[in-house]
């Protein structure tokens, strides 16, 4: 999808300044909430306030899984409660600021709690599993965790649209017409069979447009924001579809999930020995005491923070390959580029982000450089 948005006027690099604002409001406010609740983890083990949560843990469930979850819970509970206001922020009234948001303080409030409760289940059985193969495999615990990882990476991408999605979102079939003839055009071009073409009311919670794919195998779906379809012409959809078809044509979405399973396994033997390293110096019995269980998302929070400008690196290779396929099978980057720049007016974002802050953050490359490779290609 592309997601950071696009430029409004004839020519991207005209930003304006409330554009520039909103993405360096949104960007700090991002960075800020992941440093509170790295820190808050930091301050709580360093203070021994993950021994005292844990005896509570153990004093409330003497059974150790029982005990387990609501340890993590409750240090769960804390960044929560911690981030909270940041959210609140970012989320709610920078986006009304910007008269981006259709959501009310309640609609805010219900979306947050709905997908902490979906991913309630899968955080607590991810937790328990981990738990367990620490208990039952000792310092190779990593590799029997990696694998359950990689299990569930190729399982959610198969049913997310189906089961997830629709928790979220209203979906109704593209009706016959005009624009459902060019996007099946399009697939039966590039022999891509899918479940169907969707509609999502994306515009109850937000002005922004977008578009993409989701699902892998028979799950495999086109969805259209609401917003997108009643906005844009159907030639300007057409190639923003082209776009999401150009990463099901250069295999981006199994790319992908061989790279995340690769990561994740790199990730776990790294983080194993980085965790019983720091769980031996900082005085703890063994890996499986609970109030050591916080040094994990320490190290995984690292980790991330070195491996993700390499992934948003390759994401925005992916990025422009898919461009290129775009305006090669529509043969009209005139109109993908006009596109990109309603896009930009809509989602209100920065064609042109400081290199650094586009290196470390963007999965997408900046939109002038989308556009400024639409026009060498077409010359």
Known sequence: MPSEGLASSETPLQLPDR??????????????????SFLLIVLLVCLD???????LAWAIGSYRYLALLLFTAM??????????PISFYSGYIVEHRYNLSNQTVGRWARERLKGSLVGLPLVAGIVMVVYYCMESFGDKWW???????SFVTVLLARVVPVLFLPLFYKFDPLPDGPLKERIAGLCARAGLKFDGIF???LSKNTKKANAGFTGIGK??????????VHQFSPEEIETVFAHELGHYKHRHIMSGILTSVFSTFIGMFVTSL???????????????DLEALPLLAIWLSLFGL???PISNMISRRHERQADAYAAAVTNNGAAFAAALRRLAATNLADPEPHPLVEFLFYRHPSIAKRIQLLESTAS
């Open 19 to 36: 554009a520039k604002t909103y993405n360096r409001t949104r960007l700090i406010a991002g960075v800020s909430s992941s440093i509170v």
């Open 49 to 55: 306030a993950t021994r005292e949560i844990a005896r």
């Open 75 to 84: 240090v769960g509970l804390l960044q929560t409660l911690v981030t909270l």
């Open 143 to 149: 590799l029997p965790v990696s694998v359950l990882l």
């Open 199 to 201: 509609i999502f009311d």
């Open 219 to 228: 799950s495999r779906r086109i969805i259209l924001g609401d917003t997108l």
């Open 274 to 288: 980085l965790y019983a390293w720091s769980v031996s110096t900082l005085g703890f019995a063994a890996i499986t």
């Open 306 to 308: 070195i491996t993700s």
